[in-house]
């Protein structure tokens, strides 16, 4: 590859991922084809805020052009649309880097997934962010011309291509700063030819755009010579020719009153890439100790890099309607990063940066408020459209569980907003800790859950075999978030969590007295037993006892009050943790005719084979791995043997 500080004209190819959406963009999205002018409008906004914020300190960067905003020309003849704006603009390198890769890790994977699907719809590859590459889908070929803001006319760069591997990338002269991309329609896109189309179009899509767009005025011929003001670069403030045909505001300074869903719906697309309607919305003015307004959003749809360290995360920071960043982390916790949004502080000075914002006061302020807000905007959608608030938790739930741990204020608020699947919901995680305290018997005083590594496994635990017929509900945890939800939310409006795999169970509450008796007196009857049993099975068990859980299996196994659970063990050996040795406790169900059986084998030689197998198939239904699977399948098969001799 020749040498990015040339000025001659290279030719270079797309990264592979660029190559892979360029080919989903012009072989997949047939719907919605229009949004690519939303798309470059979006950009074309984007790079005016960049320039309005570099100009706060250094004035000399907007030239002789201070009037900031995007120009749409329509070129019949030639069958040309032109998106121009005198925004921040590119120098050579930084159009090479920014239109022929992207650096967003994860993207091979995703796209790799994309592709393989047999019916992906634009919704799908609009979702990762088609950007500047949808003007592929109406064009058959590309030009961007630009100008970044401080460099001299002769150094603009042109970078043409038809869209498929390969672009070119050539130093040109550019009067004017900033970037006009211009689209060779393709001949079914004539369409976009017509003024009043796309007119339509900039309301329909573009009207938030806070810079104006300027369109020529309706049968005033856009230029004399064509040829001739190509060359010249046109000027952007011919008032008397142009008119500004959106609103030009900043959504979130206009009152909640005139602005409609459609255009909440927008500006959220505006600002977050995102294809689909966002599933909930917050706007506030705040005035008082600190002053703002802020405009939040839940999206439908996770980000596909939602688990991924550098995931955009953090809401748009504006001072005093002056764009300074995006993403700015610190006005959202890790639990929320799925939120997107602006903040337009008056409280800040225009010429904060990244590093500034941390320890900075006013920040802090601004995000326990909009914490509590999109935590409110979350309840508010939970009471009023639970069938929403579901959706929204079956996408989220798992992010904002990790908030019990991060968010010690919000805590309870936080707990309040948890969803769990339980024994009596559906396979539907829709069921609160108020719900569940609601349900619970007079004798019930404490919340029970399991934890296992799916929701299946979770239903099937053999612990839940007593809580099954005494009809208790037990919550079914399986995300892997879980075991540390349950670390460190210990209690709920007075009730405490209680695992139903940990500890000597303590029913107490739950039975009557007779019951409490009857436990007491098969655990002396069957006293013989466990001893043997342990003493078969030494230091693999760290005790053996009758069981209070098991109904229908002969036994389980069990963590003791305050070793881990072997969820949680299994969790941690996967992520290559070292943890303490805890052995299990292994428990007997005394009404099952194996263990009846094995009652009267005590003496047996068999015994110790015996023993074995049922802690070997307690660790399986646990979810746990054998260490030795063959021993355990050749000491059964051996047992078999042994049976079938005798019967024969
Ligand atoms: P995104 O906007 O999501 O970053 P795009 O593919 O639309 O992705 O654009 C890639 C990058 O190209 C932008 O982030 C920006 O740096 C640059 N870019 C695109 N259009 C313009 C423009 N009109 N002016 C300046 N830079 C632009």
Same mark, same amino acid.
């Given at each position: 590859?020749?040498?990015?500080?040339?000025?001659?004209k290279?030719?270079?190819?797309?990264?592979?991922e660029?190559?892979?959406?360029?080919?989903?963009?012009?072989?997949?999205?047939?719907?919605?084809?229009?949004i690519?002018?939303?798309?470059?409008?979006?950009?074309?906004?984007?790079?005016?805020?960049?320039?309005?914020?570099?100009?706060?300190?250094?004035?000399?960067?907007l030239e002789?052009?201070?009037?900031?905003?995007?120009?749409?020309?329509?070129?019949k003849?030639n069958?040309?649309?032109?998106i121009?704006?005198?925004?921040?603009?590119?120098? /050579?390198?930084?159009?090479?880097?920014?239109?022929?890769?992207?650096?967003?890790?994860?993207?091979?994977e995703?796209l790799?997934?994309?592709?393989?699907?047999?019916?992906?719809?634009?919704?799908?590859?609009?979702?990762?962010?088609?950007?500047?590459?949808?003007?592929?889908?109406?064009?058959?070929?590309?030009?961007?011309?630009?100008? +970044?803001?401080?460099?001299?006319?002769?150094?603009?760069?042109?970078?043409?291509?038809?869209?498929?591997?390969?672009?070119?990338?050539?130093?040109?002269?550019?009067?004017?700063?900033?970037?006009?991309?211009?689209?060779?329609?393709k001949?079914?896109?004539k369409?976009?030819?017509?003024?009043?189309?796309?007119?339509?179009?900039?309301? +329909?899509?573009?009207?938030?755009?806070?810079?104006p767009?300027?369109?020529?005025?309706?049968?005033?011929? #856009?230029?004399?010579?064509?040829?001739?003001?190509?060359?010249?670069?046109?000027?952007?403030?011919?008032?008397?020719?142009?008119?500004?045909?959106?609103?030009?505001?900043?959504?979130?300074?206009?009152?909640?009153?005139?602005?409609?869903?459609?255009?909440?719906?927008?500006?959220?697309?505006?600002?977050?890439?995102?294809?689909?309607?966002?599933?909930?919305?917050?706007?506030?003015?705040?005035?008082?100790?600190?002053?703002?307004?802020?405009?939040?959003?839940?999206?439908?749809?996770?980000?596909?890099?939602?688990?991924?360290?550098?995931?955009?995360?953090?809401?748009?920071?504006?001072?005093?309607?002056?764009?300074?960043?995006?993403?700015?982390?610190?006005?959202?916790?890790?639990?929320?990063?799925?939120?997107?949004?602006?903040?337009?502080?008056?409280?800040?000075?225009?010429?904060?940066?990244?590093?500034?914002l941390?320890?900075n006061?006013?920040?802090?302020?601004?995000?326990?408020?909009?914490?509590?807000?999109?935590?409110?905007?979350?309840?508010?959608?939970?009471?009023?459209?639970?069938?929403?608030?579901? &959706?929204?938790?079956?996408?989220?739930?798992?992010?904002?569980?990790?908030?019990?741990?991060?968010?010690?204020?919000?805590?309870?608020?936080?707990?309040?907003?948890?969803? #769990?699947?339980?024994?009596?919901?559906?396979?539907?995680?829709?069921?609160?800790?108020?719900?569940?305290?609601?349900?619970?018997?007079?004798? &019930?005083?404490k919340?029970?859950?399991?934890?296992?590594?799916?929701?299946?496994?979770?239903?099937?635990?053999?612990?839940?075999?007593?809580?099954?017929?005494?009809?208790?509900?037990?919550?079914?945890?399986?995300?892997?978030?879980?075991?540390?939800?349950?670390?460190?939310?210990?209690?709920? &409006?007075?009730?405490?969590?209680?695992?139903?795999?940990?500890?000597?169970?303590?029913?107490?509450?739950?039975?009557?007295?007779?019951? +409490?008796?009857?436990?007491?007196?098969? &655990?002396?009857?069957?006293k013989?037993?466990?001893?043997?049993?342990?003493?078969?099975?030494?230091?693999?068990?760290?005790?053996? /006892?009758?069981?209070?859980?098991?109904?229908?299996?002969?036994?389980?196994?069990?963590?003791?009050?305050?070793?881990?659970?072997?969820?949680?063990?299994?969790?941690?050996?996967?992520?290559?943790?070292?943890?303490?040795?805890?052995?299990?406790?292994?428990?007997?169900?005394?009404?099952?005719?194996?263990?009846?059986?094995?009652?009267?084998?005590?003496?047996?030689?068999?015994?110790?084979?015996?023993?074995?197998?049922?802690?070997?198939?307690?660790?399986?239904?646990?979810?746990?791995?054998?260490?030795?699977?063959?021993?355990?399948?050749?000491?059964?098969?051996?047992?078999?043997?042994?049976?079938?001799?005798?019967?024969?």
């Amino acid at each position: 590859m020749t040498d990015a500080s040339t000025t001659q004209k290279q030719t270079r190819g797309f990264q592979a991922e660029v190559g892979q959406i360029l080919h989903l963009v012009t072989h997949s999205l047939y719907s919605h084809q229009e949004i690519f002018l939303r798309e470059l409008v979006s950009n074309a906004s984007d790079a005016l805020d960049k320039l309005r914020f570099l100009a706060v300190s250094e004035p000399k960067y907007l030239e002789s052009d201070p009037e900031l905003g995007i120009r749409i020309e329509i070129d019949k003849e030639n069958a040309l649309l032109t998106i121009r704006d005198n925004g921040i603009g590119m120098d /050579r390198e930084e159009i090479i880097e920014h239109l022929g890769t992207i650096a967003k890790s994860g993207t091979k994977e995703f796209l790799a997934a994309l592709s393989a699907q047999k019916n992906k719809d634009s919704l799908q590859i609009g979702q990762f962010g088609v950007g500047f590459y949808s003007a592929f889908i109406v064009s058959n070929k590309v030009s961007v011309r630009s100008r +970044k803001a401080g460099l001299p006319v002769d150094q603009g760069v042109e970078w043409i291509s038809s869209g498929e591997n390969e672009f070119t990338v050539e130093t040109i002269h550019k009067q004017t700063r900033g970037t006009e991309v211009i689209l060779h329609l393709k001949e079914e896109a004539k369409e976009y030819l017509d003024a009043w189309r796309i007119k339509n179009l900039v309301h +329909k899509y573009s009207d938030h755009i806070s810079f104006p767009i300027w369109m020529l005025k309706e049968n005033e011929k #856009f230029s004399e010579n064509e040829e001739e003001s190509k060359d010249k670069d046109n000027e952007i403030t011919d008032a008397q020719v142009f008119e500004t045909v959106n609103r030009a505001q900043a959504i979130w300074t206009l009152p909640k009153s005139q602005i409609s869903d459609k255009e909440y719906e927008e500006f959220y697309k505006h600002i977050s890439h995102d294809f689909s309607a966002p599933l909930a919305w917050a706007h506030n003015k705040v005035e008082g100790k600190l002053e703002y307004n802020s405009l939040l959003f839940i999206p439908e749809r996770a980000p596909f890099d939602l688990y991924q360290r550098d995931m955009a995360k953090g809401l748009k920071l504006y001072v005093k309607r002056v764009f300074i960043m995006d993403d700015a982390e610190q006005l959202l916790p890790m639990y929320l990063r799925f939120v997107k949004g602006v903040i337009d502080s008056n409280d800040l000075a225009l010429n904060v940066s990244r590093e500034l914002l941390q320890n900075n006061e006013v920040i802090e302020g601004l995000r326990s408020a909009t914490t509590r807000r999109v935590l409110d905007l979350l309840e508010k959608l939970a009471k009023d459209e639970p069938e929403k608030y579901n &959706q929204f938790w079956s996408t989220f739930g798992a992010v904002l569980k990790e908030g019990v741990a991060e968010d010690f204020a919000n805590k309870d608020k936080i707990a309040s907003l948890l969803r #769990f699947e339980t024994t009596q919901s559906e396979t539907k995680a829709n069921v609160s800790l108020a719900d569940y305290i609601a349900r619970m018997g007079d004798k &019930q005083d404490k919340i029970y859950y399991v934890t296992a590594d799916t929701a299946a496994a979770a239903r099937n635990s053999p612990q839940l075999e007593i809580f099954r017929q005494k009809g208790v509900e037990v919550l079914l945890l399986s995300d892997r978030v879980d075991e540390w939800l349950v670390v460190h939310l210990s209690e709920f &409006q007075g009730k405490s969590l209680q695992s139903i795999a940990k500890g000597a169970l303590d029913l107490t509450a739950l039975d009557n007295e007779e019951d +409490k008796k009857a436990h007491e007196q098969v &655990q002396t009857e069957f006293k013989p037993l466990t001893t043997a049993v342990k003493e078969a099975l030494g230091a693999a068990v760290k005790e053996v /006892r009758i069981s209070q859980r098991l109904t229908d299996s002969p036994a389980c196994i069990v963590a003791d009050e305050d070793d881990m659970g072997g969820h949680v063990q299994r969790l941690l050996k996967a992520a290559g943790q070292a943890m303490p040795e805890s052995k299990p406790i292994l428990e007997l169900n005394p009404n099952h005719p194996i263990i009846k059986r094995l009652d009267q084998e005590k003496g047996s030689a068999e015994l110790a084979q015996w023993s074995q197998i049922l802690l070997d198939q307690a660790i399986l239904a646990d979810g746990s791995p054998l260490e030795n699977p063959a021993e355990f399948v050749t000491r059964l098969n051996s047992l078999w043997k042994d049976l079938l001799g005798k019967t024969a």
